[in-house]
């Protein structure tokens, strides 16, 4: 009687493990020769053509890929994700790590942004400084790769629980432009930095 409750159990719990397992999404669907499969990063399927013939798929995920906006565009980890959020003069895009430091670009689609720097710096810092920060700014300059010079603003907030770096570049053209803001804390900096650091690498700014 134990024994047929035992069997019992386990067939219920390989029906649940095969209902959740069917009904588990996957985050691609990998097409080849008009047969689709359902597939994650790393996965390996097996699929059978038209023609009959078995083949063996996998999906690999590179390590790091490109993310363009209209105006911009640069390279980050693949693992990495955008967040696009829509504003009343134009998109904003967030690349942020778990630990809080992040990259944001704000597109202007109806103005040049390039007076902005100051305000920026100023709302994205604005908190550390009500909580006792005290803010430093300089003014500070980017080359990117492809030549192209910015300029804006650097600042530091330092408080009893840390520093906090932060930079404010802009750039504009015929009511149209780009801000970009960085933000990077005090805390695991050799691997948070990283993010950034390709971020400015790899920027291409197109206006």
Not at 53 to 80: C, P, W
Not at 103 to 110: A, K, L
Not at 180 to 188: A, C, E, F, K, R
Request: hydrophobic letters at 40%; charged letters at 20%.
């Amino acid at each position: 009687m134990i024994v047929n409750r035992i069997c019992v159990t386990l067939a219920a719990l390989c029906l649940m493990t095969a209902v959740a397992t069917a009904d588990d999404p996957k985050s691609y669907k990998l097409t080849v020769d008009g047969v689709a499969v359902a597939i994650d990063p790393g996965d390996t399927v097996e699929m059978t053509l038209p023609s009959g013939k078995h083949i063996s798929v996998k999906l690999e995920r590179n390590e790091f890929s490109t993310f363009s906006g209209e105006a911009f565009s640069f390279v980050h980890a693949s693992d990495t994700s955008i967040a696009k959020t829509a504003l009343s003069f134009g998109t904003q895009y967030l690349m942020g790590s778990a630990l809080g430091n992040y990259v944001i670009v704000q597109e202007y689609s109806s103005i040049d942004p390039t007076s902005l720097n100051a305000l920026m710096l100023h709302q994205v810092t604005n908190d550390l400084v009500k909580a006792g920060g005290k803010l430093t700014e300089a003014t500070a300059n980017r080359k990117l790769a492809d030549g192209m010079e910015l300029t804006g603003l650097a600042g530091t907030v330092k408080s009893r629980s840390g520093s906090d770096s932060f930079e404010v570049f802009s750039c504009g053209r015929d009511e149209r432009g780009v801000v970009v803001v960085t933000h990077l804390g005090d805390q695991n900096v050799e691997v948070e930095r990283k993010m950034i650091d390709e971020f400015w690498k790899t920027l291409r700014i197109k206006l």
